[in-house]
């Protein structure tokens, strides 16, 4: 099993939907939770951290179910520019200095 | 402030030919990174280094050597190139990420899109 698993999509919803993504990682001592949004050909960018209790910042609502060894991003009242791939990166406690990426997965928000 | 920058932006090689990958960043991290992405397999790290004159192994270190001679400088380098390594390179840079402690943000440069015939 990967540590770090996104659904690749594409997940194709209409401009004003909601839409949610999940990202599941493996190693139960994972401290750090981060969202990062990554356009067309471009560099990948911080959105938004994950905290414990959840976070909202605008549309964008994060959060962290320790339990299941998870995290989601819901995207409320979708606009044409969310349309991007969004990327999970987990980091573990301990140990390793470096974040672990998942592979993305891919919006299309349609007219 | 530039952020992080990449050099070049674009290069295509013939297989069996070197080139050095120049990464700078001008806000006085300490850690930065070398990851390649390739489509389905999202970022994948090379090499990454915790601080100037040391670097270390990522994920898939394999054909591909660092140099981290000055903090701001991050140096990518493919010795004999294959088709295997065409992809895109980013480069990334952080303040420190301590072992037991929180994660701090990567910013990203715009990428080198290398194609090796």
């Known amino acids: 099993r990967k540590e770090v698993e996104q659904d690749p999509g594409p997940f194709n919803v209409p401009e004003g939907a909601t839409v949610a993504f999940n990202c599941t990682y493996s190693?139960?001592?994972?401290?750090?939770f981060f969202w990062y949004r990554q356009d067309c050909r471009k560099e990948p960018k911080l959105l938004m951290s994950?905290?414990?209790s959840g976070n909202e910042d605008g549309r964008f609502t994060a959060q962290l179910n320790r339990a299941s060894q998870y995290i989601s991003l819901l995207i409320r009242d979708s606009k044409l520019s969310d349309s991007a791939t969004y990327l999970c990166?987990?980091?573990?406690?301990?140990?390793?200095?470096?974040?672990?990426f998942g592979r993305g997965t891919s919006l299309i928000v349609h007219p | 402030n530039a952020g992080v920058t990449q050099t070049p932006k674009f290069r295509v090689l013939k297989t069996g030919q070197s080139m050095t990958l120049l990464c700078a960043q001008d806000?006085?991290?300490?850690?930065m990174y070398w990851y390649r992405q390739d489509p389905g397999m999202g970022l994948r790290l090379i090499h990454y280094?915790?601080?100037?004159?040391?670097?270390a192994k990522g994920e898939v270190p394999d054909g591909y050597n660092v140099s981290r001679l000055k903090k701001q400088n991050f140096l990518l380098g493919l010795e004999s190139a294959a088709p295997s390594q065409t992809s895109v390179y980013f480069c990334?840079?952080?303040?420190?990420?301590?072992?037991?402690?929180?994660?701090?943000?990567?910013?990203f440069g715009p990428g080198t899109r290398l194609t090796v015939l």
């Open positions: 990334a840079s952080s303040w420190v990420i301590s072992a037991g402690g929180a994660y701090n943000e990567q910013f």
């Open positions: 190693n139960s001592a994972s401290q750090s």
């Open positions: 994950v905290y414990s």
């Open positions: 990166v987990v980091k573990a406690s301990g140990g390793s200095y470096i974040p672990t």
């Open positions: 806000m006085n991290h300490e850690y």
């Open positions: 280094s915790v601080g100037e004159g040391t670097t």
